[in-house]
Nanobody, 131 residues
Framework: QAQLVESGGGLVQAGGSLRLACAPSGGTASTYAMGWFRQAPGKEREFVAAISWNGGKIYYGDSVKGRFTISRDNAKYMVIMQMNSLRHEDTAVYYC????????????????????????WGQGTQVTVSS
C-alpha cells in the first residue's frame, strides 16, 4: 500500500496563500478519489476538499469555499490544493487522504475518518496563519 506524503505547509500571514501537494511514496500509485482534511488543536478532524479520480467531481467544506481550490495531476499521481485568502482559523495540520477502492466516489471521501478501512492517510503537514 502506497504511503501518502504531503508537502507545502508552512507559516504565512493572514491574507496570504499556500499550495499543498500530496503524492504517494513508493508502492502502487493511487488515481482514485482523494481529498484533504484538517485538524486544529483541540478540534475534530474537518473535511476540506475532495476530488474524483478524473477531477470531474469536486467538493469543498463550507469554510473554504471560494478560497481553496483542489486539483490533480494524474500523470504525476498528485493532488494539489491551492489555498488563498488564508485566515488565522485555517491554522491546522492538513492531511491528505485517498480511497483504496476504485469505486469510491469523491462524495464518500467527504465522510472518511481515521477508522475508515477504505481510506489511506498521510502524516500531515502543518499550516500556520498568523493574524
Amino acid at each position: 500500500q502506497a504511503q501518502l506524503v504531503e508537502s507545502g505547509g508552512g507559516l504565512v500571514q493572514a491574507g496570504g496563500s499556500l499550495r499543498l501537494a500530496c503524492a504517494p511514496s513508493g508502492g502502487t500509485a493511487s488515481t482514485y478519489a482523494m481529498g484533504w482534511f484538517r485538524q486544529a488543536p483541540g478540534k475534530e478532524r474537518e473535511f476540506v476538499a475532495a476530488i474524483s479520480w478524473n477531477g470531474g467531481k469536486i467538493y469543498y467544506g463550507d469554510s473554504v469555499k471560494g478560497r481553496f481550490t483542489i486539483s490533480r495531476d494524474n500523470a504525476k499521481y498528485m493532488v494539489i490544493m491551492q489555498m488563498n485568502s488564508l485566515r488565522h482559523e485555517d491554522t491546522a495540520v492538513y492531511y491528505c487522504t485517498a480511497a483504496k477502492s476504485p469505486w469510491t466516489q469523491a462524495s464518500t471521501v467527504m465522510t472518511f475518518t481515521t477508522d475508515t478501512d477504505d481510506a489511506s492517510w498521510g502524516q500531515g503537514t502543518q499550516v500556520t496563519v498568523s493574524s
